[in-house]
């Protein structure tokens, strides 16, 4: 087993986040909206690291080594679940995964209740996904590990926007300055939020593209662009983002019909064309094929889709190795989730 050197070597060629090695200020990975531009840039170089190991044929690390890590997911998720899995394991980690279907929680226990039976086996890092915006938030407050937030509700998804803005310095070598359009249901989207977070921070132009029914309210006031229209949106971007249709988290009608929607929103090869040649072209998974992409453009030259799915676990395991550096270290764990004179 062979470990990664643990200081990170900055794209920026900047020394270190700070004399501790720490990359990120707080316990917590619940929001992009609660960290820095640094911590941002930390973490992406980090990353970076990370894609190298993982294209290597020995993966093993031992930073987890003795940590328990606990994927709590009460939404159905593939790639997310087994991606933060397969980081943890890398990693060195204990990990294991509770889905909702066989947990309790199916027999009537809260989301509390369900922290707290397994916050007695003190995990060290707890993965959290909830239907309800906040509640990896709530969790975060009553438990003594670590909590990342692996999409709650409509709020926020970092992890994704961190691994689509590793995807895009990758193939862009930078994001100020960059011109990149968010399209479709951007209303009952965390992804879109934590991307509109991250992208703003970072100096992005940020356009929206969404009819009028699936834009939230208000959401100028985050420093983005708004187009009801893909032909004006997608003139002369960098990267143009596709959104699935969340028809699970709609309560009426948001849109006439699939057909129509793809009519108007759905991308395909005259309406990426608008964008800059060689556009990028992105999607967080699952696809709607035909719905929202074109089948050919998602496996297309410009795609990279797959792409992001390997920088995934990349960033996974750049996140569980920055929280891992904030955990108590001492001898024993007394479990008050205190770290003050362990680092
Ligand atoms: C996203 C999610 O769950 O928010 N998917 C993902 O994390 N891969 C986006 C979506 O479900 O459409």
């Known amino acids: 087993m062979t470990d990664i050197k643990k200081a990170p070597k900055t794209l920026s060629g900047n020394a270190p986040f700070n004399e501790n090695n720490q990359i990120l200020k707080g316990r917590h990975l619940l ?29 093993k690390q031992s930073i987890l080594h003795g940590r328990t890590h606990i994927n709590l997911f009460f939404e159905a998720s593939t790639r997310t679940q087994s991606s933060f899995e397969l980081a943890g394991k890398r990693l060195g980690a204990d990990v ?34 909830h239907h309800a915006s906040g509640a990896a938030e709530l969790l975060a407050q009553k438990v003594s590990g670590a909590v990342v937030n692996a999409g709650d509700g409509q709020h926020e998804h970092p992890t994704q926007a961190l691994l689509d803005a ?26 879109a939020r934590s991307n509109i977070n991250l992208l703003a921070k970072m100096g992005v132009e940020v356009r929206l593209i969404a009819p009028y029914s699936l834009l939230p309210s208000g959401i100028e006031r985050l420093g983005v662009e708004v187009f ?26 948001f849109i006439p019909s699939a057909r129509e929607f793809y009519h108007f929103y759905g991308l395909d090869d005259n309406k990426l064309a608008l964008a800059k040649p060689n556009a ?9 094929r035909g719905v929202e992409i074109h089948s050919s453009i998602a496996d297309g030259p410009q795609s990279v889709i797959q792409e992001q799915v390997e920088m995934g676990v990349a960033v996974r395991m750049a996140v569980l190795d920055a929280l891992a550096r904030n955990l108590p270290s001492g001898p024993c764990y007394d479990g008050s989730g205190s770290n003050e004179g362990h680092i």
Do not use: F, W
């Open 166 to 191: 590793l995807t895009i310095t990758r193939h862009l070598g930078k994001l100020e300055g960059l011109k990149i359009a968010i399209c479709g249901d951007i209303k009952h989207s965390r992804v």
């Open 31 to 59: 929001a992009i909206e609660d960290i820095s531009v640094a911590e941002i840039s930390a973490l992406l170089d980090l990353s970076n690291q990370y894609v190298d190991l993982n294209r290597q044929i020995e993966k």
């Open 96 to 129: 294991m995964n509770m889905s909702v279907t066989t947990s309790s929680v199916s027999k009537g226990e809260t989301l509390l209740d369900t922290a707290m039976t397994l916050n007695a086996m003190h995990p060290d890092i707890l993965v959290v996904r």
């Open 228 to 253: 009801t229209s893909m032909e004006k949106g997608l003139q002369d971007v960098d990267v143009v983002m596709m959104l699935r249709l969340q028809l699970e988290r709609m309560d009426g009608s």
């Open 280 to 288: 990028l072209v992105m999607h967080p998974g699952p696809m709607n």
